[in-house]
């Protein structure tokens, strides 16, 4: 069974600074998804950033992009100039190719100081 | 294009009540998933539909939940007798073929007393 595992229970970042939240997980697969979401206190999990495993080159949404390492198996997500908008909780997900069901890390939350 | 519904927002109830939550997925979606997620904790899975047939419960507590996807459309969730862990968020997500990008409702906060 896949596992992810998010070791930073808490991050807190200035606004404008740069923060990078971990995420490391375990499968056997060779080919997969990963995926990055948001969850602010509305509740509603908001899909940030996604990397399909056979692709080397890093994913970028805009302020958001992620660090892929397959061979050690980690998917860190970089926040580039931080704002109070992005204060939430973050949870990294990981899908097989051929299935559906998201196994999703216990979440960071992030708090964006002004 | 409209998001996934759900409702209610909020349901308080005492132990040993039933409740019932719904949920209206993206227009075309064929993929429905009810997660439960306890506070400060990720979500998990406890039923995936494909269209009105189930895919996957191997994590649903089929002795007191149980959910249904009639017309394989909307579904609804129905826990019967609550018990106080049931408290969480009950998430409803769905997705479309292909990339299986799934797409999340508001969640209903569920507090059992």
């Known amino acids: 069974a896949q596992t992810v595992t998010q070791s930073q229970p808490e991050m807190s970042v200035q606004e404008a600074e740069t923060v990078t939240l971990s995420c490391t997980y375990d499968?056997?697969?060779?080919?997969?998804?990963l995926f990055w979401y948001k969850q602010p206190p509305s509740r509603q999990m908001i899909l940030v950033i996604r990397q399909e495993a056979y692709k080397q080159q890093n994913a970028t949404e805009n302020r958001f992009s992620v660090n892929f390492q397959k061979a050690a198996k980690s998917f860190s997500l970089k926040i580039s100039d931080s704002q109070l908008g992005d204060t939430a909780m973050y949870f990294c997900a990981f899908k097989e190719t051929s299935g559906s069901r998201l196994t999703f890390g216990e979440g960071t939350q992030l708090t964006v100081n002004p | 294009e409209a998001g996934v519904a759900q409702s209610p927002r909020y349901k308080i109830i005492e132990k040993r009540q039933s409740v019932a939550f719904w949920c209206n997925p993206i227009s075309g979606h064929a993929t429905l998933y009810w997660y439960q997620q306890i506070l400060g904790q990720g979500p998990k899975l406890l039923i995936q539909f494909q269209n009105n047939g189930v895919v996957d419960d191997s994590q649903l507590p089929k002795d007191r939940f149980s959910a249904e996807r009639l017309k394989g459309v909307d579904s609804t969730l129905k826990i019967q007798p609550a018990k106080l862990e049931d408290s969480a968020v009950y998430l409803c997500?769905?997705?479309?073929?292909?990339?299986?990008?799934?797409?999340f409702g508001p969640g209903t906060r569920l507090t059992v007393t």
């Open positions: 997500a769905s997705s479309s073929p292909g990339l299986g990008e799934q797409y």
């Open positions: 499968t056997s697969e060779n080919n997969y998804y």
